[in-house]
């Protein structure tokens, strides 16, 4: 950590508190800062979406939120939608279990999915999906169409496992990690606390764990890095710039950390410092990259008001 903090200006100060919602930012020592670019206070994002053009989706339970820069485009209720995994794209808003045509700046009507009950996250040609009600303890994982349709069934894993997946393949953890499809399944191991996001990056496998450890696991020999990312339970966790060269975290400790995917450890022991971070009075509950450039937009949760902003990755 610098021995010195720089405070972020932002021309709209006033609209946030003053100082008091301005982040601090302790990435001096790298060359690189987390500049703070828009910031809408009173809304939440409890998960989030970056698109095309610079669209935002911000969701909290049975309704999303649309940006488009500072301007809010609308707000859309989505019943059944329950925080889940967002993604904008080919004029769509996903929410599971809905489809929203988004086009010429207006927000369409929802298109709500016939779909088994469960959650998913959007995938290119449809969804990932955990099948099962509420009260299960294990769950279908399958493939399902853009209409909801199963069209490949995984098998079993835990009902609260998270996931991610990059083309046929899937990453599933709990407590226990392990890939699944692409003729590649294999367990990877376990963790001492519970995982609470997973994402690939080039030939890793990175996860939050609930202790605010990230770990990174080298797909071809299995082993796994612990680095300790956060002061506490950590749920945000992005890959994004160009060739997935970054990787960003949020936890409850109000820290919003920016890492090369290529300087996290290769074993265990080896630390690595962030190459950016910026620290809020409050929680982080979600991050998501830019599609194509190095900016970033974070929920937070603060003691009197959640709040989304927008903060772009520069070089000093």
């Not at 302790?26 to 828009?38: H, I, K, M």
């Not at 450890?265 to 971070?277: F, I, K, W």
């Amino acid at each position: 950590m610098p021995p010195f903090v720089v405070f972020v200006a932002f021309v709209a100060a006033c609209r946030c508190g003053g100082d008091e919602g301005a982040g601090t930012d302790a990435g001096a020592a790298t060359g690189w800062r987390l500049e703070l670019l828009d910031d809408h206070s009173g809304h939440r994002g409890a998960a989030l979406a970056f698109g095309a053009g610079g669209m935002v989706a911000a969701g909290d339970d049975d309704a999303v939120e649309v940006w488009v820069g500072e301007r809010l485009l609308g707000r859309v209720d989505l019943p059944g939608y329950r925080r889940g995994a967002l993604a904008i794209r080919d004029d769509q808003l996903l929410a599971w279990p809905h489809r929203v045509p988004i086009a010429d700046g207006q927000i369409g009507a929802p298109q709500p999915l016939e779909a088994p009950m469960g959650r998913a996250i959007p995938v290119r040609d449809g969804w990932l999906t955990l099948r099962g009600d509420a009260t299960a303890t294990r769950a279908t994982l399958a493939w399902l169409d853009a209409t909801g349709a199963p069209t490949e069934t995984l098998g079993e894993v835990a009902a609260d496992a998270v996931l991610a997946t990059r083309d046929s393949l899937v990453a599933v953890g709990t407590t226990d990690v392990e890939l699944r499809g692409g003729g590649r399944d294999r367990r990877l191991g376990g963790t001492r606390y519970a995982l609470r996001a997973l994402a690939f990056a080039n030939d890793r496998l990175l996860g939050l764990e609930a202790s605010g450890a990230l770990l990174a696991w080298d797909l071809e020999t299995g082993e796994m890095a612990p680095l300790v990312a956060h002061m506490g339970d950590a749920r945000a966790l992005a890959v994004g710039g160009a060739s997935d060269r970054f990787v960003a975290t949020g936890g409850t400790d109000g820290r919003v950390a920016v890492w090369l995917v290529a300087s996290l450890p290769r074993r265990a022991g080896q630390s690595v410092e962030p190459l950016a971070e910026i620290t809020f009075p409050g929680m982080v509950e979600a991050i998501a990259w830019h599609p194509s450039r190095a900016e970033l937009v974070v929920g937070l949760r603060e003691p009197r008001r959640d709040r989304l902003v927008r903060l772009g990755l520069r070089e000093r």
